[in-house]
């Protein structure tokens, strides 16, 4: 077994001297063919494989996280449209022996709707196209054949997808496999065979396929989650999550380090599994639109209990508290009193032991104390957690509804 390359004569030295390659044979471009010593000096030289077989195999080009990571987008404006129905057919019937076989030209097929489905996989409306056209239906076709219906045209949309068409709502998608009809695909037209008549034996008249449904949509995205973390930057939410869950948000020693919100599943013993959404920090105004402001409050209106995550480095710790509810609070009526707990984080610093006797007593409740970077008592945190999914859980199945699952 040979492999050739194209080398000058001139370079026929060099490659004795590596020992790769030998001109002691000259190939001709015909397989199976040597050519004379006297022939061109352009020539291809052999070279052996098992040179070849120690050479390492060429890697992949790593791309950098900065490409791997896609950016997060929770609203989108899109343009759906239905697909064309096909076009009747006028033409009559063709047989041996039979002059006037009568109309048989067949009906066009419908054009394909478009629908938005609910994909668990899909975490983000960025893979969503600003506008969609259905596919169209087939003409009709002679002895009273229809034409073939458009197929369906589907947009994966992640969970909790809100559709607007204006102020108006038309669906929730909040559970995986939910369907909404975006856009109705066009009727198809009518054959000759339609418009057969007593009056009228031999009808010419067909029409066109009906235009689909068009529509534009606001697609709003706002997570899924049971619980929500909400604290002030740099409080260590996604470093609690990142401890709590197998979700890997950024970390880092300046503010506003999660731009995008981060979902994390905690696995129970029972088999139970409870998610948990990060969400940037919020700042005193963000009720008014500052910091990341109203873009990501959104994201914890389903949460049905919350955790508010305090940085017990700070002094009086417990005003963050106040301020976290008051902007809950104004951006939505009733988001604050949902059931709740109080985590007390970064409690493995030595300024923050210290104010946590007096953070007790000015909440007048238990705070769960914890160090999300050391890991100091996380457990307490998940027992606590678990009781309040299953009290969330007892609730929905009083009210008769199916509680949310992961």
Avoid at 305 to 310: A, G, H, N, R, Y
Avoid at 314 to 323: A, G, N, Y
Wanted: hydrophobic residues 35%; contains cysteine; proline residues 7%.
């Amino acid at each position: 077994m040979i492999r050739s390359r194209l080398f000058s004569a001139r370079s026929w030295p060099v490659l004795e001297a590596v020992g790769c390659w030998t001109p002691l044979a000259r190939v001709s471009p015909r397989p199976g063919r040597l050519l004379p010593q006297h022939a061109s000096p352009r020539l291809l030289s052999v070279s052996c494989v098992d040179c070849t077989k120690h050479q390492e195999p060429p890697r992949k080009k790593l791309l950098s996280e900065k490409k791997l990571k896609r950016h997060f987008v929770d609203h989108r404006r899109v343009l759906v449209r239905g697909g064309r129905g096909g076009d009747g057919v006028s033409c009559f019937h063709s047989e041996p022996r039979k002059e006037f076989g009568g109309p048989d030209g067949g009906d066009g097929g419908y054009g394909g709707h478009v629908i938005l489905r609910v994909d668990r996989q899909v975490k983000s409306l960025s893979s969503v196209l600003s506008q969609y056209q259905g596919f169209d239906g087939g003409a009709g076709g002679r002895k009273n054949c229809f034409g073939r219906s458009g197929a369906i045209l589907y947009i994966q949309v992640p969970v909790g997808t809100l559709v607007k068409e204006g102020n108006k709502v038309l669906a929730d998608l909040s559970h995986p496999g939910d369907e909404f009809i975006a856009a109705l695909g066009g009727a198809g037209g009518k054959g000759n065979r339609f418009f057969l008549a007593n009056s009228n034996r031999a009808p010419t008249t067909c029409t066109p396929g009906q235009p689909g449904q068009e529509r534009v949509l606001f697609l709003e995205l706002k997570t899924v989650a049971h619980a929500g973390l909400v604290g002030f930057p740099n409080a260590g939410k996604s470093s609690l999550l990142r401890a709590i869950s197998n979700a890997r948000p950024t970390v880092a020693s300046y503010p506003f380090t999660t731009l995008n919100p981060h979902v994390g599943v905690v696995h129970c013993e029972d088999h139970q599994q409870i998610a948990v959404a990060d969400i940037p920090g919020i700042v005193r105004g963000a009720h008014q639109n500052r910091g990341l402001g109203l873009a990501f409050l959104r994201h914890i209106e389903r949460c049905p209990f919350l955790l508010f995550v305090l940085d017990l480095s700070v002094p009086e710790p417990w005003t963050q508290l106040d301020d976290l509810k008051y902007e809950l609070e104004q951006y939505r009526e009733g988001l604050s009193e949902r059931p709740h707990a109080v985590v007390a984080n970064k409690v493995d610093l030595p300024q923050a032991r210290a104010q946590l006797p007096q953070l007790q007593a000015r909440l007048g409740r238990e705070a769960i104390a914890l160090s999300a970077a050391t890991g100091e008592n996380l457990e307490g945190l998940l027992l606590h957690l678990k009781e309040l999914h299953d009290d969330h859980v007892a609730a929905e199945l009083e009210r008769g509804r199916q509680p949310l699952r992961w």
